[in-house]
Protein backbone atom coordinates (compact mmCIF):
# COMPACT_ATOMS: atom_id res chain seq x y z
CA UNK A 1 0.00 0.00 0.00
CA UNK A 2 2.72 2.12 0.41
CA UNK A 3 3.49 4.30 -2.59
CA UNK A 4 6.83 6.65 -3.10
CA UNK A 5 4.56 9.89 -3.97
CA UNK A 6 4.83 12.52 -1.69
CA UNK A 7 1.80 13.79 -0.43
CA UNK A 8 0.46 17.03 -2.38
CA UNK A 9 1.50 20.19 -0.60
CA UNK A 10 -1.82 21.50 0.32
CA UNK A 11 -2.00 25.15 1.81
CA UNK A 12 -2.32 23.38 5.14
CA UNK A 13 0.72 21.81 4.86
CA UNK A 14 2.83 24.70 4.30
CA UNK A 15 1.39 26.36 6.87
CA UNK A 16 2.22 23.90 9.64
CA UNK A 17 5.61 23.58 7.85
CA UNK A 18 5.91 27.53 7.97
CA UNK A 19 4.66 27.47 11.92
CA UNK A 20 7.20 24.62 13.03
CA UNK A 21 10.10 26.64 11.35
CA UNK A 22 9.24 29.86 12.95
CA UNK A 23 8.66 28.36 16.19
CA UNK A 24 11.80 26.40 15.90
CA UNK A 25 13.84 29.75 14.97
CA UNK A 26 12.14 32.10 17.38
CA UNK A 27 13.36 29.47 20.28
CA UNK A 28 17.07 28.26 18.76
CA UNK A 29 17.85 30.27 15.92
CA UNK A 30 21.00 32.61 16.06
CA UNK A 31 19.99 36.76 15.76
CA UNK A 32 24.22 37.45 14.84
CA UNK A 33 25.94 39.68 16.40
CA UNK A 34 23.87 40.23 19.41
CA UNK A 35 23.42 36.74 20.08
CA UNK A 36 26.78 35.83 20.03
CA UNK A 37 27.29 39.10 22.85
CA UNK A 38 24.68 37.46 24.82
CA UNK A 39 26.68 34.66 24.92
CA UNK A 40 29.81 36.50 26.04
CA UNK A 41 27.44 38.00 28.94
CA UNK A 42 26.13 34.72 30.34
CA UNK A 43 29.67 33.22 30.45
CA UNK A 44 31.06 36.27 31.82
CA UNK A 45 27.79 36.06 34.59
CA UNK A 46 28.29 32.63 35.25
CA UNK A 47 32.16 32.91 36.32
CA UNK A 48 31.15 35.57 38.25
CA UNK A 49 28.69 33.23 40.14
CA UNK A 50 31.49 31.16 40.48
CA UNK A 51 33.90 33.21 41.86
CA UNK A 52 31.69 34.93 44.43
CA UNK A 53 30.54 31.33 45.96
CA UNK A 54 33.87 30.17 45.98
CA UNK A 55 35.58 33.73 47.04
CA UNK A 56 32.96 34.27 49.95
CA UNK A 57 34.25 30.52 51.48
CA UNK A 58 37.72 31.11 50.84
CA UNK A 59 37.31 34.21 52.15
CA UNK A 60 36.17 32.25 55.57
CA UNK A 61 39.73 30.23 55.56
CA UNK A 62 41.95 33.36 54.87
CA UNK A 63 39.87 35.00 58.08
CA UNK A 64 40.58 32.04 60.23
CA UNK A 65 44.55 32.39 58.94
CA UNK A 66 44.63 35.73 59.63
CA UNK A 67 42.85 36.30 62.74
CA UNK A 68 44.01 33.26 64.44
CA UNK A 69 47.63 32.65 63.48
CA UNK A 70 48.49 35.17 65.82
CA UNK A 71 47.60 32.93 68.37
CA UNK A 72 49.01 29.70 67.19
CA UNK A 73 51.58 28.14 69.60
CA UNK A 74 51.82 25.08 71.52
CA UNK A 75 50.10 26.73 74.58
CA UNK A 76 46.92 25.92 72.66
CA UNK A 77 46.79 22.22 72.41
CA UNK A 78 48.88 22.00 75.82
CA UNK A 79 46.94 24.50 78.30
CA UNK A 80 43.21 24.18 79.70
CA UNK A 81 41.13 26.94 78.84
CA UNK A 82 41.10 30.08 81.48
CA UNK A 83 38.89 33.16 81.86
CA UNK A 84 41.55 34.55 83.77
CA UNK A 85 44.59 34.15 81.43
CA UNK A 86 43.13 34.27 77.81
CA UNK A 87 46.61 34.73 76.39
CA UNK A 88 47.59 31.26 77.26
CA UNK A 89 44.49 29.87 77.40
CA UNK A 90 44.23 26.44 74.76
CA UNK A 91 41.98 23.40 74.25
CA UNK A 92 43.65 20.67 76.01
CA UNK A 93 40.24 19.32 77.67
CA UNK A 94 38.30 19.85 74.40
CA UNK A 95 41.12 18.44 72.12
CA UNK A 96 40.79 15.26 74.31
CA UNK A 97 37.23 15.16 74.30
CA UNK A 98 37.33 15.30 70.44
CA UNK A 99 39.82 12.40 70.54
CA UNK A 100 37.20 10.47 72.90
CA UNK A 101 33.97 11.74 70.99
CA UNK A 102 35.64 10.48 67.18
CA UNK A 103 37.05 7.22 68.29
CA UNK A 104 34.19 6.43 69.76
CA UNK A 105 32.38 7.43 66.54
CA UNK A 106 34.38 5.71 64.18
CA UNK A 107 34.09 2.16 66.17
CA UNK A 108 30.32 2.61 65.83
CA UNK A 109 29.96 3.60 62.29
CA UNK A 110 32.75 1.60 60.28
CA UNK A 111 30.44 -1.68 61.45
CA UNK A 112 27.43 -0.73 61.59
CA UNK A 113 27.36 1.37 58.74
CA UNK A 114 29.30 -1.11 56.44
CA UNK A 115 26.80 -3.92 57.71
CA UNK A 116 23.93 -1.96 57.25
CA UNK A 117 24.90 -1.33 53.38
CA UNK A 118 26.11 -4.55 53.22
CA UNK A 119 22.98 -5.81 53.65
CA UNK A 120 20.98 -3.55 51.75
CA UNK A 121 23.11 -4.44 48.43
CA UNK A 122 23.79 -7.94 48.68
CA UNK A 123 21.20 -9.34 50.85
CA UNK A 124 17.86 -7.00 50.91
CA UNK A 125 15.25 -8.58 48.46
CA UNK A 126 13.90 -4.92 46.78
CA UNK A 127 10.74 -6.16 46.58
CA UNK A 128 10.06 -6.50 50.08
CA UNK A 129 8.38 -3.36 52.05
CA UNK A 130 10.42 -3.69 55.02
CA UNK A 131 13.39 -3.57 52.89
CA UNK A 132 11.80 -0.12 50.95
CA UNK A 133 11.57 1.34 54.32
CA UNK A 134 14.62 1.23 55.50
CA UNK A 135 15.90 2.30 52.14
CA UNK A 136 13.67 5.22 52.31
CA UNK A 137 14.34 5.92 56.01
CA UNK A 138 17.69 6.10 55.49
CA UNK A 139 17.27 8.77 52.90
CA UNK A 140 15.13 10.54 55.10
CA UNK A 141 17.78 10.47 58.61
CA UNK A 142 20.11 11.56 56.35
CA UNK A 143 18.40 15.03 56.30
CA UNK A 144 17.24 15.48 59.85
CA UNK A 145 18.61 18.57 61.00
CA UNK A 146 21.43 17.35 63.45
CA UNK A 147 20.11 19.60 66.69
CA UNK A 148 16.91 16.85 66.41
CA UNK A 149 19.72 14.24 67.44
CA UNK A 150 20.67 16.41 70.08
CA UNK A 151 17.41 16.00 70.93
CA UNK A 152 17.24 12.17 70.69
CA UNK A 153 20.27 11.72 72.84
CA UNK A 154 18.80 14.10 75.14
CA UNK A 155 15.95 12.05 75.56
CA UNK A 156 16.99 8.78 75.28
CA UNK A 157 20.83 8.59 75.35
CA UNK A 158 22.05 11.14 78.43
CA UNK A 159 18.90 10.41 80.24
CA UNK A 160 16.99 6.50 80.42
CA UNK A 161 16.85 3.86 78.32
CA UNK A 162 20.77 4.15 78.04
CA UNK A 163 21.18 6.51 80.93
CA UNK A 164 24.70 7.64 80.21
CA UNK A 165 24.64 11.02 81.52
CA UNK A 166 26.49 13.84 79.87
CA UNK A 167 29.66 12.00 79.16
CA UNK A 168 31.83 12.02 76.02
CA UNK A 169 30.22 8.34 75.05
CA UNK A 170 27.20 9.75 74.82
CA UNK A 171 28.45 12.20 72.68
CA UNK A 172 30.54 9.65 70.60
CA UNK A 173 26.69 7.70 70.28
CA UNK A 174 24.72 10.91 69.17
CA UNK A 175 27.10 12.06 66.46
CA UNK A 176 27.57 8.29 65.19
CA UNK A 177 23.92 8.09 64.77
CA UNK A 178 23.72 11.60 63.27
CA UNK A 179 26.82 10.51 60.19
CA UNK A 180 25.47 6.65 60.18
CA UNK A 181 23.54 7.58 57.01
CA UNK A 182 26.23 9.61 55.26
CA UNK A 183 28.56 5.98 55.70
CA UNK A 184 25.81 3.55 54.70
CA UNK A 185 24.74 6.50 51.31
CA UNK A 186 28.48 6.47 50.40
CA UNK A 187 29.69 2.64 51.26
CA UNK A 188 26.49 1.26 49.31
CA UNK A 189 27.41 3.11 46.38
CA UNK A 190 31.12 1.50 46.51
CA UNK A 191 29.58 -1.90 46.95
CA UNK A 192 27.23 -0.83 43.85
CA UNK A 193 30.28 -0.42 41.94
CA UNK A 194 31.76 -3.84 42.15
CA UNK A 195 30.72 -5.50 39.27
CA UNK A 196 28.51 -8.81 39.35
CA UNK A 197 31.00 -10.73 37.52
CA UNK A 198 33.42 -10.79 40.47
CA UNK A 199 30.58 -12.15 42.90
CA UNK A 200 29.58 -14.72 39.98
CA UNK A 201 32.78 -15.85 39.51
CA UNK A 202 33.28 -16.20 43.49
CA UNK A 203 30.28 -18.11 43.43
CA UNK A 204 31.21 -19.92 41.30
CA UNK A 205 34.51 -21.61 42.56
CA UNK A 206 32.35 -22.75 45.34
CA UNK A 207 32.95 -19.60 47.61
CA UNK A 208 29.68 -19.04 50.50
CA UNK A 209 28.28 -15.79 50.08
CA UNK A 210 29.83 -14.20 52.59
CA UNK A 211 32.60 -15.73 51.50
CA UNK A 212 32.40 -13.78 48.25
CA UNK A 213 31.31 -10.30 50.30
CA UNK A 214 34.11 -10.90 52.38
CA UNK A 215 37.42 -11.87 50.13
CA UNK A 216 35.93 -10.62 47.07
CA UNK A 217 33.54 -7.33 46.99
CA UNK A 218 34.82 -5.62 50.15
CA UNK A 219 38.04 -5.46 49.38
CA UNK A 220 37.19 -4.38 46.02
CA UNK A 221 35.03 -1.58 47.62
CA UNK A 222 37.22 -0.65 50.09
CA UNK A 223 38.42 3.41 48.78
CA UNK A 224 34.94 4.13 48.38
CA UNK A 225 34.41 3.07 52.25
CA UNK A 226 37.07 4.66 53.32
CA UNK A 227 36.13 7.83 51.78
CA UNK A 228 32.67 7.76 53.14
CA UNK A 229 34.00 6.76 56.81
CA UNK A 230 36.70 9.84 56.33
CA UNK A 231 34.08 12.14 55.22
CA UNK A 232 31.47 11.22 57.98
CA UNK A 233 34.62 11.96 60.94
CA UNK A 234 35.22 15.59 59.39
CA UNK A 235 32.01 16.57 59.85
CA UNK A 236 31.86 14.39 62.88
CA UNK A 237 34.74 16.86 64.49
CA UNK A 238 33.12 20.13 64.17
CA UNK A 239 29.28 19.14 64.83
CA UNK A 240 28.54 21.41 67.88
CA UNK A 241 24.90 21.14 67.67
CA UNK A 242 23.46 17.90 69.27
CA UNK A 243 26.19 18.02 71.32
CA UNK A 244 25.12 21.18 73.30
CA UNK A 245 22.02 19.23 74.01
CA UNK A 246 23.80 15.82 75.21
CA UNK A 247 26.06 18.94 77.80
CA UNK A 248 29.24 19.19 75.75
CA UNK A 249 29.21 23.01 76.77
CA UNK A 250 30.61 23.39 80.75
CA UNK A 251 33.53 24.86 81.32
CA UNK A 252 36.05 22.14 81.84
CA UNK A 253 39.54 22.59 82.87
CA UNK A 254 40.45 19.11 83.21
CA UNK A 255 41.04 15.89 81.27
CA UNK A 256 37.67 14.42 80.63
CA UNK A 257 37.49 10.47 80.22
CA UNK A 258 35.31 8.43 78.08
CA UNK A 259 32.63 7.91 80.97
CA UNK A 260 33.24 9.96 83.07
CA UNK A 261 30.98 13.11 83.70
CA UNK A 262 31.91 17.17 82.49
CA UNK A 263 33.28 17.11 78.82
CA UNK A 264 33.82 19.53 75.81
CA UNK A 265 35.02 19.33 72.86
CA UNK A 266 36.60 21.79 70.08
CA UNK A 267 33.75 22.70 68.30
CA UNK A 268 31.59 23.09 71.18
CA UNK A 269 34.72 25.10 72.98
CA UNK A 270 34.88 27.24 70.25
CA UNK A 271 31.75 28.22 70.83
CA UNK A 272 31.92 29.45 73.92
CA UNK A 273 34.62 31.58 73.31
CA UNK A 274 32.97 33.15 70.62
CA UNK A 275 29.99 33.42 72.81
CA UNK A 276 32.05 36.11 75.62
CA UNK A 277 32.36 40.22 74.26
CA UNK A 278 36.46 40.48 75.30
CA UNK A 279 38.56 40.79 71.95
CA UNK A 280 41.17 37.97 73.50
CA UNK A 281 38.15 35.25 73.60
CA UNK A 282 37.67 36.05 70.24
CA UNK A 283 40.79 35.57 68.96
CA UNK A 284 41.36 32.57 71.09
CA UNK A 285 38.09 31.19 69.25
CA UNK A 286 39.68 31.93 65.96
CA UNK A 287 43.16 30.42 66.60
CA UNK A 288 40.22 27.46 67.38
CA UNK A 289 38.55 27.63 64.40
CA UNK A 290 42.04 27.11 62.63
CA UNK A 291 43.18 24.30 64.63
CA UNK A 292 39.64 22.51 63.14
CA UNK A 293 39.20 23.69 59.97
CA UNK A 294 43.14 22.48 59.20
CA UNK A 295 41.72 19.28 60.44
CA UNK A 296 38.68 19.05 58.82
CA UNK A 297 40.02 20.13 55.28
CA UNK A 298 42.70 17.49 55.37
CA UNK A 299 40.50 15.06 55.91
CA UNK A 300 38.04 15.96 53.14
CA UNK A 301 40.72 16.61 50.62
CA UNK A 302 42.09 13.24 51.64
CA UNK A 303 38.88 11.72 50.92
CA UNK A 304 38.41 13.72 48.01
CA UNK A 305 41.88 12.86 46.41
CA UNK A 306 41.02 8.97 47.27
CA UNK A 307 37.84 8.65 45.40
CA UNK A 308 39.21 10.05 42.57
CA UNK A 309 42.61 8.45 42.48
CA UNK A 310 40.85 4.78 43.47
CA UNK A 311 37.81 5.37 40.98
CA UNK A 312 38.18 2.21 39.34
CA UNK A 313 36.63 1.34 35.99
CA UNK A 314 36.07 -2.02 36.04
CA UNK B 1 15.63 -33.66 12.60
CA UNK B 2 17.08 -30.64 14.57
CA UNK B 3 13.88 -30.75 16.87
CA UNK B 4 13.30 -33.78 17.51
CA UNK B 5 16.99 -33.98 18.91
CA UNK B 6 16.35 -31.33 21.29
CA UNK B 7 13.18 -32.64 22.13
CA UNK B 8 14.50 -36.11 23.59
CA UNK B 9 17.49 -34.19 25.46
CA UNK B 10 15.07 -31.99 27.14
CA UNK B 11 12.93 -34.66 27.68
CA UNK B 12 15.63 -37.13 29.15
CA UNK B 13 17.20 -33.79 31.30
CA UNK B 14 13.61 -34.04 33.09
CA UNK B 15 13.17 -37.61 33.48
CA UNK B 16 17.15 -37.93 34.95
CA UNK B 17 17.62 -38.13 38.97
CA UNK B 18 18.06 -33.93 39.18
CA UNK B 19 21.21 -33.34 41.28
CA UNK B 20 21.03 -31.04 44.58
CA UNK B 21 22.16 -27.91 44.10
CA UNK B 22 21.34 -27.02 47.80
CA UNK B 23 24.70 -27.27 50.66
CA UNK B 24 24.99 -30.36 52.38
CA UNK B 25 25.34 -28.66 55.13
CA UNK B 26 22.79 -25.90 56.75
CA UNK B 27 25.28 -23.56 56.88
CA UNK B 28 24.30 -21.84 60.34
CA UNK B 29 27.16 -19.05 59.89
CA UNK B 30 25.96 -17.52 56.81
CA UNK B 31 22.38 -16.99 58.40
CA UNK B 32 23.71 -15.73 61.25
CA UNK B 33 25.78 -13.08 59.17
CA UNK B 34 22.72 -12.21 57.44
CA UNK B 35 20.84 -11.60 60.34
CA UNK B 36 23.58 -9.18 62.15
CA UNK B 37 23.51 -7.53 58.45
CA UNK B 38 20.15 -7.08 58.89
CA UNK B 39 20.07 -5.69 62.12
CA UNK B 40 22.79 -3.08 61.36
CA UNK B 41 20.12 -1.97 58.28
CA UNK B 42 17.07 -1.99 61.06
CA UNK B 43 19.20 -0.25 63.24
CA UNK B 44 18.19 3.29 60.98
CA UNK B 45 14.07 2.26 61.63
CA UNK B 46 14.83 2.10 65.71
CA UNK B 47 17.15 5.29 65.08
CA UNK B 48 13.48 7.32 63.69
CA UNK B 49 11.58 5.30 65.94
CA UNK B 50 13.83 6.70 69.25
CA UNK B 51 13.38 10.13 67.66
CA UNK B 52 9.65 10.28 67.11
CA UNK B 53 9.23 8.78 69.86
CA UNK B 54 11.31 11.19 72.16
CA UNK B 55 10.15 14.02 70.36
CA UNK B 56 6.27 13.09 70.98
CA UNK B 57 6.49 11.91 74.62
CA UNK B 58 8.26 15.32 75.43
CA UNK B 59 5.89 17.22 73.25
CA UNK B 60 2.77 15.41 75.15
CA UNK B 61 4.23 16.93 78.04
CA UNK B 62 4.38 20.33 76.98
CA UNK B 63 0.93 19.95 75.88
CA UNK B 64 -0.82 19.15 78.62
CA UNK B 65 0.10 22.62 80.09
CA UNK B 66 -0.02 24.55 76.92
CA UNK B 67 -3.04 24.64 74.93
CA UNK B 68 -1.79 23.63 70.75
CA UNK B 69 -3.34 26.48 69.49
CA UNK B 70 -1.79 28.91 71.74
CA UNK B 71 1.27 27.45 70.83
CA UNK B 72 0.80 27.55 66.82
CA UNK B 73 -0.48 30.84 67.14
CA UNK B 74 0.79 32.91 69.75
CA UNK B 75 2.68 35.84 68.87
CA UNK B 76 4.79 36.28 71.89
CA UNK B 77 7.34 33.69 72.74
CA UNK B 78 8.51 33.50 76.47
CA UNK B 79 9.27 30.49 77.73
CA UNK B 80 11.82 31.60 80.71
CA UNK B 81 9.98 34.12 81.53
CA UNK B 82 7.57 34.51 84.99
CA UNK B 83 4.90 35.69 82.96
CA UNK B 84 5.53 32.36 80.56
CA UNK B 85 4.22 33.00 76.96
CA UNK B 86 4.46 29.97 74.67
CA UNK B 87 3.32 31.52 70.98
CA UNK B 88 6.07 29.89 68.33
CA UNK B 89 5.57 32.79 65.63
CA UNK B 90 8.41 34.85 66.49
CA UNK B 91 10.90 32.14 66.13
CA UNK B 92 9.33 30.36 62.83
CA UNK B 93 9.38 34.00 61.69
CA UNK B 94 13.07 33.59 62.15
CA UNK B 95 13.56 30.53 60.98
CA UNK B 96 11.80 32.19 57.57
CA UNK B 97 14.07 34.91 57.73
CA UNK B 98 17.14 32.88 57.67
CA UNK B 99 15.84 30.52 55.04
CA UNK B 100 15.35 34.04 52.83
CA UNK B 101 18.47 35.41 53.38
CA UNK B 102 20.37 31.53 52.81
CA UNK B 103 18.34 31.35 49.11
CA UNK B 104 19.12 34.65 48.02
CA UNK B 105 22.44 34.18 48.64
CA UNK B 106 22.47 30.37 47.06
CA UNK B 107 20.03 29.78 44.46
CA UNK B 108 21.76 32.18 41.99
CA UNK B 109 25.50 31.37 43.15
CA UNK B 110 25.10 27.69 43.15
CA UNK B 111 22.89 27.85 39.91
CA UNK B 112 25.49 30.01 38.14
CA UNK B 113 28.40 27.66 39.01
CA UNK B 114 26.35 24.43 38.50
CA UNK B 115 25.75 26.01 34.61
CA UNK B 116 29.03 26.82 34.54
CA UNK B 117 30.60 23.41 35.78
CA UNK B 118 28.31 21.31 33.45
CA UNK B 119 28.06 22.89 30.20
CA UNK B 120 30.84 25.24 29.86
CA UNK B 121 33.73 24.34 31.94
CA UNK B 122 36.47 22.35 29.96
CA UNK B 123 37.29 19.16 31.60
CA UNK B 124 40.20 20.33 33.62
CA UNK B 125 38.76 23.01 35.19
CA UNK B 126 36.00 21.08 36.11
CA UNK B 127 38.48 18.36 37.34
CA UNK B 128 39.61 20.76 40.33
CA UNK B 129 36.22 22.87 40.91
CA UNK B 130 34.08 19.97 41.50
CA UNK B 131 36.42 18.49 44.26
CA UNK B 132 37.19 21.84 45.69
CA UNK B 133 33.55 22.51 46.64
CA UNK B 134 33.17 19.22 47.86
CA UNK B 135 35.64 19.94 50.40
CA UNK B 136 34.05 23.30 51.03
CA UNK B 137 31.02 21.68 51.80
CA UNK B 138 32.64 20.24 54.81
CA UNK B 139 33.42 23.25 56.92
CA UNK B 140 32.34 22.98 59.95
CA UNK B 141 29.49 25.15 60.94
CA UNK B 142 30.71 26.93 64.19
CA UNK B 143 33.83 28.43 61.87
CA UNK B 144 31.30 29.83 59.63
CA UNK B 145 29.35 30.95 62.80
CA UNK B 146 32.68 32.90 64.15
CA UNK B 147 33.04 34.14 60.51
CA UNK B 148 29.84 35.93 60.39
CA UNK B 149 29.23 37.43 64.08
CA UNK B 150 33.34 38.53 63.79
CA UNK B 151 34.10 39.37 59.92
CA UNK B 152 31.03 39.33 57.72
CA UNK B 153 28.68 41.78 60.04
CA UNK B 154 31.36 44.42 59.93
CA UNK B 155 31.60 43.76 56.72
CA UNK B 156 28.53 44.11 55.29
CA UNK B 157 28.05 47.57 57.75
CA UNK B 158 30.81 49.03 55.42
CA UNK B 159 29.24 47.83 52.11
CA UNK B 160 25.16 48.76 53.11
CA UNK B 161 26.12 51.68 56.09
CA UNK B 162 22.32 53.50 55.00
CA UNK B 163 20.64 50.54 56.93
CA UNK B 164 20.24 50.50 60.22
CA UNK B 165 22.72 48.35 62.32
CA UNK B 166 21.95 47.53 66.15
CA UNK B 167 24.15 45.31 68.20
CA UNK B 168 26.30 42.55 67.12
CA UNK B 169 23.94 40.55 66.41
CA UNK B 170 21.69 40.03 62.72
CA UNK B 171 19.28 37.72 61.39
CA UNK B 172 20.10 38.68 58.04
CA UNK B 173 23.82 38.19 58.17
CA UNK B 174 23.17 34.64 59.51
CA UNK B 175 20.93 34.38 56.70
CA UNK B 176 24.16 35.24 54.19
CA UNK B 177 26.41 33.07 56.04
CA UNK B 178 23.72 30.21 56.22
CA UNK B 179 23.92 31.01 52.17
CA UNK B 180 27.62 30.62 51.88
CA UNK B 181 27.34 26.98 53.42
CA UNK B 182 24.75 26.06 51.18
CA UNK B 183 26.39 26.93 47.95
CA UNK B 184 28.35 24.08 47.39
CA UNK B 185 25.30 21.58 48.16
CA UNK B 186 23.10 23.63 45.86
CA UNK B 187 25.51 23.48 42.84
CA UNK B 188 26.67 19.77 43.32
CA UNK B 189 23.12 18.73 43.12
CA UNK B 190 22.55 20.92 40.15
CA UNK B 191 25.23 19.72 38.47
CA UNK B 192 24.31 16.17 38.58
CA UNK B 193 21.10 16.71 37.54
CA UNK B 194 21.94 18.72 34.39
CA UNK B 195 24.81 16.22 34.07
CA UNK B 196 22.34 13.71 34.05
CA UNK B 197 20.29 15.44 30.98
CA UNK B 198 21.16 13.38 27.69
CA UNK B 199 23.69 14.42 25.42
CA UNK B 200 21.21 13.78 22.74
CA UNK B 201 19.23 16.66 23.68
CA UNK B 202 21.74 19.31 23.16
CA UNK B 203 22.81 17.88 19.81
CA UNK B 204 19.63 18.20 18.26
CA UNK B 205 19.26 21.41 20.11
CA UNK B 206 22.60 22.07 18.54
CA UNK B 207 21.66 20.88 15.40
CA UNK B 208 18.86 23.02 14.65
CA UNK B 209 21.51 25.99 15.13
CA UNK B 210 20.67 26.88 18.60
CA UNK B 211 23.77 28.78 20.40
CA UNK B 212 25.21 27.44 23.51
CA UNK B 213 23.33 29.78 25.70
CA UNK B 214 20.19 28.76 24.44
CA UNK B 215 21.36 25.33 24.83
CA UNK B 216 22.18 25.50 27.99
CA UNK B 217 18.85 28.01 29.20
CA UNK B 218 16.36 26.23 27.60
CA UNK B 219 17.15 22.80 27.06
CA UNK B 220 19.56 21.67 30.00
CA UNK B 221 17.81 24.06 32.53
CA UNK B 222 14.20 22.73 32.14
CA UNK B 223 15.13 19.29 31.69
CA UNK B 224 16.92 19.22 34.30
CA UNK B 225 13.83 21.02 36.55
CA UNK B 226 13.27 18.62 39.26
CA UNK B 227 16.50 18.14 40.05
CA UNK B 228 17.39 21.38 40.71
CA UNK B 229 14.43 21.90 42.92
CA UNK B 230 15.33 19.02 44.80
CA UNK B 231 18.69 20.95 45.49
CA UNK B 232 16.61 24.12 46.39
CA UNK B 233 14.40 22.14 48.49
CA UNK B 234 17.08 20.40 50.14
CA UNK B 235 18.83 23.28 50.12
CA UNK B 236 15.90 24.96 52.28
CA UNK B 237 15.91 22.13 54.66
CA UNK B 238 19.77 22.32 55.81
CA UNK B 239 18.54 26.39 56.14
CA UNK B 240 15.78 25.68 58.67
CA UNK B 241 17.80 22.84 60.43
CA UNK B 242 21.29 25.18 60.41
CA UNK B 243 22.06 25.52 64.13
CA UNK B 244 25.33 27.05 64.93
CA UNK B 245 25.73 30.02 62.62
CA UNK B 246 22.48 30.93 63.61
CA UNK B 247 22.92 30.76 67.45
CA UNK B 248 26.30 32.44 67.08
CA UNK B 249 25.32 35.24 64.51
CA UNK B 250 21.66 35.89 64.94
CA UNK B 251 21.28 36.63 68.60
CA UNK B 252 18.82 35.04 71.39
CA UNK B 253 15.63 37.87 70.62
CA UNK B 254 12.43 36.27 69.94
CA UNK B 255 11.05 38.72 67.94
CA UNK B 256 8.74 39.09 64.87
CA UNK B 257 10.97 41.09 62.31
CA UNK B 258 11.63 41.72 58.78
CA UNK B 259 14.44 43.72 59.33
CA UNK B 260 17.66 41.77 58.36
CA UNK B 261 19.76 44.24 60.73
CA UNK B 262 17.85 42.99 63.35
CA UNK B 263 18.87 40.52 66.32
CA UNK B 264 16.16 37.94 66.06
CA UNK B 265 15.87 33.97 67.62
CA UNK B 266 15.27 30.83 64.95
CA UNK B 267 13.85 27.54 66.35
CA UNK B 268 17.41 26.13 66.48
CA UNK B 269 18.80 28.72 68.07
CA UNK B 270 16.38 28.48 70.77
CA UNK B 271 16.89 24.65 71.54
CA UNK B 272 20.53 25.46 71.33
CA UNK B 273 20.22 28.83 73.66
CA UNK B 274 17.96 26.34 76.39
CA UNK B 275 20.09 23.47 76.35
CA UNK B 276 23.41 25.50 77.13
CA UNK B 277 21.77 27.26 79.99
CA UNK B 278 20.94 25.39 83.21
CA UNK B 279 17.00 23.26 82.36
CA UNK B 280 16.64 21.12 84.78
CA UNK B 281 14.34 18.03 84.18
CA UNK B 282 10.76 18.52 84.08
CA UNK B 283 10.00 21.61 83.59
CA UNK B 284 8.14 23.48 81.54
CA UNK B 285 11.38 25.27 79.77
CA UNK B 286 12.70 21.43 79.29
CA UNK B 287 9.77 20.50 77.45
CA UNK B 288 9.64 23.67 75.27
CA UNK B 289 12.60 21.85 73.45
CA UNK B 290 10.80 19.20 72.44
CA UNK B 291 7.76 20.69 71.18
CA UNK B 292 10.07 23.09 69.01
CA UNK B 293 11.94 19.93 67.86
CA UNK B 294 8.93 18.22 66.67
CA UNK B 295 8.02 21.30 65.26
CA UNK B 296 11.31 21.44 63.23
CA UNK B 297 11.09 17.60 62.55
CA UNK B 298 7.90 17.97 60.60
CA UNK B 299 8.97 20.98 58.35
CA UNK B 300 12.14 19.34 57.60
CA UNK B 301 10.71 15.96 56.74
CA UNK B 302 8.05 17.08 54.56
CA UNK B 303 10.42 18.84 52.31
CA UNK B 304 12.72 15.86 52.36
CA UNK B 305 9.87 13.58 51.38
CA UNK B 306 9.36 16.16 48.54
CA UNK B 307 12.99 16.09 47.56
CA UNK B 308 13.22 12.25 47.54
CA UNK B 309 10.36 12.31 45.47
CA UNK B 310 11.74 14.68 42.59
CA UNK B 311 15.28 13.45 42.49
CA UNK B 312 13.78 10.04 42.39
CA UNK B 313 11.56 10.96 39.27
CA UNK B 314 14.57 12.21 37.19
CA UNK B 315 16.54 9.77 37.69
CA UNK B 316 14.19 7.68 36.49
CA UNK B 317 13.48 9.48 33.27
CA UNK B 318 17.12 9.55 32.00
CA UNK B 319 19.03 6.64 33.40
Not at chain 1, 285 to 301: D, E, F, Q, Y
Not at chain 2, 14 to 31: D, F, H, M, V, W
Request: hydrophobic share 55%.
Amino acid sequence: MATDEKPPRTARTRLAVAGARSSTESVFGARGRGDRLGNRFFLAFLLLGMAMAITGLAAMIIWAIIEGSPRLSMDLITNGPSTLAPETAGYRPAILGSIYVIGGVIALIVPLGVGAAVYLEEFADKTRWWNRLIELNIQNLAGVPSIVFGILGLAFIVRSPLSLGAVPAAGAVTIALLVLPTVIIAAREAIRAVPPSIREGSLALGATQWQTIYRQVLPAAMSGILTGVILAVARAIGEAAPLLLVGAVTFVTSDPSFFGPGFTTLPTQIFDWARRPQEEFQVLAAAGVLIMLALVLVMNSFAVWLRNRFEQKW
Amino acid sequence: MTTAGITVSGGGAGNSPRRSLEAPSPRYGEKTVKVILAACAGLSVLVTTGIVLSLLSGAADFFREVPIHEFLFGTTWAPAFADAHFGVIPIVTGTLNIVFWALVVSIPLGLLSAIYLSEYAPNRVRKTIKPMLEVLEGIPTVAIGLFALMFLRPFLEDVFPFLDWTGPHAIGVAGVAVGLLIVPLVASISDDAMRSVPRGLREGAYALGASKLRVSARVVFPAAISGIVAAIVLAVSRAIGETMVVLMAAGARPQITFDPTKSAQTMTAFIGQTATGEISFGTIAYYTIFAVGALLFVMTLVMNLFAVRLVRRFREVYE
